[in-house]
């Protein structure tokens, strides 16, 4: 069984600054992709960034120059730092990775259980 647990999310000030945590544990034999997306009220489900094994990143328009996604691989962990926060980011944000649970296992995703991030103006 695998989990991905989310910390760090929170009410800030328009312009602050929040760190976003996940770790996966259980049964992981390796972790492709990791990343983080958003759900605001009454919208879809978005990618805000992402980073692969090897240390690729994509981003979101909305929040390149503001977030950085980075991992530390020896603890099956992703982070989310978010810069120069805007009221527009409010949001739940989920972390998803994709892994494999054996050796021949094909690569799923999984997701945690979100984290609310606010942002007052």
């Known amino acids: 069984q695998v989990q991905l647990v989310e910390s760090g999310g929170g009410l800030v000030q328009a312009g602050g600054s929040l760190r976003l945590s996940c770790v996966a544990s259980g049964s992981i034999s390796s972790i492709g992709a990791m990343g983080w997306y958003r759900q605001a009220p009454g919208k879809q489900r978005e990618l805000v960034a992402a980073i692969t094994a090897g240390g690729t990143t994509n981003f979101a328009d909305s929040v390149k120059g503001r977030f950085t996604i980075s991992r530390d691989n020896a603890k099956n962990t992703v982070y989310l730092q978010m810069n120069s926060l805007k009221p527009e980011d409010t949001a739940i944000y989920y972390c998803?990775?994709?892994?494999?649970?054996?050796?021949?296992?094909?690569?799923?995703?999984?997701w945690g259980q979100g984290t609310q991030v606010t942002v007052s103006s």
């Open positions: 998803n990775s994709q892994l494999r649970t054996s050796t021949w296992s094909r690569l799923s995703d999984y």
